[in-house]
């Protein structure tokens, strides 16, 4: 059965370039600063990491728009972190541009797709969802993130890809999605925690970029880095940056909120949040280039048991130092214990020691020790000691982590206590059932480095370590588009 199709708006409302919707949701707004400098950058990615109602969602769809007019017939991707922010702020902000506003868009509710029609017939191709169509948006959320493997596209928009539920595995495949053209990524996102956001994009934009500060009559603050070897851009802006933002709620939020979540939330700036488990994790010093590890290092394996995500990670120990160097990393699902334990030991050399499991995931340990890999189980079953005893580790630089190994890294900076109702830090661990490498880490830490006892004290003290980002200069203006006369 042919689906609804919805908002099929086939005149354009003038609109001037260069233009948001304003507050009101229906008079034009000019570009503010920070949308500027995002429009104009030529870089393959672009991150907008910025505070709260700064201007990044109804800024997206005129970024998407630009990049459909230069790269032409294809198809396209816009991505959002959940399925309600999908519903509620991503699709309304799309339709009012495509269909309402552009006219060039309809949207096919079942497919969750804009069909956008042919800029020189003026045309929309399909007659069902199935047709061929001169180019579509495919809308998904990161949650439910095998949509995001059904197509090539010219080009992507992450919205709050910032958030605990777009993960690293969703950004990584985004990125295949859009390899075989070259196609560009816009991401827009508020920083929610310190994961692959942090290390994927604002750490490799400021390794080397080129920087530059603006700061506003009001006191706003607007931070860029171009960074031309990796090709990423990135672009920091506070929420006073937005003109529509009253400058009262920002600094009533300055000095009514814990500083960690102002330079966060209002200031889209990385900070150490006070609920941080590990924040004794230093991405630089605890990081390092890959190096040939020697054969007669000795090796540690850590593994977590899943149906879906069998996760597990490797060590070398440096004799003499007894420092770790983490090597190598698994995350694997469809397998058997079997077949996980042939993946794991392919191209190692010998049986590292492994520990792995809870106490009650015998039945695991016993079909892969059938598998040819013999894992023993912990003798800790406390899962306060065993992030004590990781804790400890860096604390005293007793864990390097080869700087390929990027799930593991990105896990670390979203590994957090929780909330209650009143903003008060719990002893509970948010989303526990996410940060599968890290219980494998803490699995074989806990039973290796026993004397590894330094207290990281109240893990939900705050930290005040900011880690200031860098700054960058310009770049190319973009065209105007052809569908707005």
Same mark, same amino acid.
């Given at each position: 059965?042919?689906?609804?199709?919805?908002?099929?708006?086939?005149?354009?409302?003038?609109?001037?370039?260069?233009?948001?919707?304003?507050?009101?949701?229906?008079?034009?707004?000019? /570009?503010?600063?920070?949308?500027?400098?995002?429009?104009?950058?030529?870089?393959?990615?672009?991150?907008?990491?910025?505070?709260?109602?700064?201007?990044?969602?109804?800024?997206?769809?005129?970024?998407?728009?630009?990049?459909?007019?230069? $790269?032409?017939?294809?198809?396209?991707?816009?991505?959002?972190?959940?399925?309600?922010?999908?519903?509620?702020?991503?699709?309304?902000?799309?339709?009012?541009?495509?269909?309402?506003?552009?006219?060039?868009?309809?949207?096919?509710?079942?497919?969750?797709?804009?069909?956008?029609?042919?800029?020189?017939?003026?045309?929309?191709?399909?007659?069902?969802?199935?047709?061929?169509?001169?180019?579509?948006?495919?809308?998904?959320?990161?949650?439910?993130?095998?949509?995001?493997?059904?197509?090539?596209?010219?080009?992507?928009?992450?919205?709050?890809?910032?958030?605990?539920?777009?993960?690293?595995?969703?950004?990584?495949?985004?990125?295949?999605?859009?390899?075989?053209?070259?196609?560009?990524?816009?991401?827009?996102?508020?920083?929610?925690?310190?994961?692959?956001?942090?290390?994927?994009?604002?750490?490799?934009?400021?390794?080397?970029?080129?920087?530059?500060?603006?700061?506003?009559?009001?006191?706003?603050?607007?931070? %860029?880095?171009?960074?031309?070897?990796?090709?990423?851009?990135?672009?920091?802006?506070?929420?006073?940056?937005?003109?529509?933002?009253?400058?009262?709620?920002?600094?009533?939020?300055?000095?009514?909120?814990?500083?960690?979540?102002?330079?966060?939330?209002?200031?889209?700036?990385?900070?150490?949040?006070?609920?941080?488990?590990?924040?004794?994790?230093? %991405?630089?010093?605890?990081? $390092?280039?890959?190096?040939?590890?020697?054969?007669?290092?000795?090796?540690?394996?850590?593994?977590?048991?899943?149906?879906?995500?069998?996760?597990?990670?490797?060590?070398?120990?440096?004799?003499?130092?007894?420092?770790?160097?983490?090597?190598?990393?698994?995350?694997?699902?469809?397998?058997?214990?079997?077949?996980?334990?042939?993946?794991?030991?392919?191209?190692?050399?010998?049986?590292?020691? $492994?520990?792995?499991?809870?106490?009650?995931?015998?039945?695991?340990?016993?079909?892969?020790?059938?598998?040819?890999?013999?894992?023993?189980?912990?003798?800790?079953?406390?899962?306060?000691?065993?992030?004590?005893?990781?804790?400890? $580790?860096?604390?005293?630089?007793?864990?390097?982590? /080869?700087?390929?190994?990027? %799930?593991?890294?990105?896990?670390?900076?979203?590994?957090?206590?929780?909330?209650?109702?009143?903003?008060?830090?719990?002893?509970?661990?948010?989303?526990?059932?996410?940060?599968?490498?890290?219980?494998?880490?803490?699995?074989?830490?806990?039973?290796?480095?026993?004397?590894?006892?330094?207290?990281?004290?109240?893990?939900?003290?705050?930290?005040?370590?900011?880690?200031?980002?860098?700054?960058?200069?310009?770049?190319?203006?973009?065209?105007?588009?052809?569908?707005?006369?």
């Amino acid at each position: 059965m042919q689906q609804a199709v919805t908002g099929t708006t086939e005149a354009a409302i003038e609109w001037p370039s260069r233009h948001v919707v304003g507050p009101d949701e229906a008079t034009p707004q000019p /570009f503010h600063l920070g949308q500027q400098w995002v429009f104009d950058s030529p870089r393959r990615i672009i991150a907008m990491s910025s505070g709260t109602q700064s201007g990044k969602t109804s800024f997206g769809p005129w970024w998407l728009a630009t990049e459909i007019e230069q $790269c032409g017939r294809g198809d396209y991707l816009a991505v959002t972190a959940t399925y309600d922010l999908f519903k509620l702020k991503m699709l309304p902000a799309l339709q009012q541009v495509f269909v309402s506003i552009l006219g060039i868009g309809r949207y096919w509710s079942n497919d969750r797709v804009i069909e956008l029609r042919n800029p020189d017939t003026r045309e929309f191709e399909a007659i069902r969802s199935t047709d061929p169509m001169w180019g579509r948006i495919i809308l998904r959320s990161a949650d439910s993130s095998g949509g995001l493997e059904s197509a090539t596209v010219k080009a992507a928009w992450l919205d709050e890809a910032g958030q605990d539920r777009f993960t690293i595995m969703a950004w990584n495949g985004v990125k295949r999605r859009a390899a075989l053209h070259q196609g560009r990524i816009l991401i827009t996102t508020t920083l929610y925690n310190l994961g692959w956001v942090k290390s994927e994009l604002i750490d490799r934009a400021k390794d080397g970029g080129i920087a530059t500060l603006e700061v506003l009559d009001n006191g706003a603050e607007l931070e %860029r880095t171009d960074n031309g070897n990796a090709n990423i851009c990135l672009i920091q802006f506070d929420s006073i940056a937005n003109p529509s933002y009253p400058v009262e709620e920002f600094e009533d939020a300055r000095d009514t909120m814990p500083e960690d979540e102002f330079e966060m939330f209002w200031r889209g700036r990385a900070a150490t949040l006070r609920q941080l488990i590990y924040d004794a994790f230093d %991405r630089v010093r605890h990081r $390092c280039p890959r190096f040939p590890i020697p054969p007669d290092w000795k090796r540690y394996l850590g593994l977590d048991f899943g149906g879906v995500n069998t996760a597990a990670i490797f060590y070398a120990e440096e004799p003499g130092t007894k420092r770790l160097y983490a090597y190598r990393e698994y995350l694997a699902g469809g397998k058997t214990a079997k077949g996980h334990a042939k993946a794991l030991l392919e191209g190692e050399l010998g049986r590292p020691e $492994c520990y792995g499991g809870s106490k009650s995931e015998g039945q695991w340990r016993r079909e892969f020790a059938a598998g040819g890999l013999p894992i023993r189980a912990p003798t800790v079953s406390d899962v306060g000691i065993g992030i004590n005893r990781v804790y400890g $580790c860096h604390k005293q630089d007793g864990i390097i982590y /080869f700087d390929d190994l990027r %799930r593991i890294v990105a896990e670390k900076g979203r590994y957090q206590r929780k909330k209650d109702r009143q903003g008060n830090i719990t002893s509970d661990i948010k989303d526990k059932r996410m940060f599968h490498l890290l219980d494998a880490e803490r699995y074989v830490i806990a039973e290796i480095r026993r004397e590894t006892t330094t207290q990281p004290g109240k893990l939900a003290e705050a930290q005040e370590h900011l880690a200031r980002p860098s700054r960058w200069t310009t770049g190319a203006k973009r065209a105007g588009s052809r569908w707005r006369r």
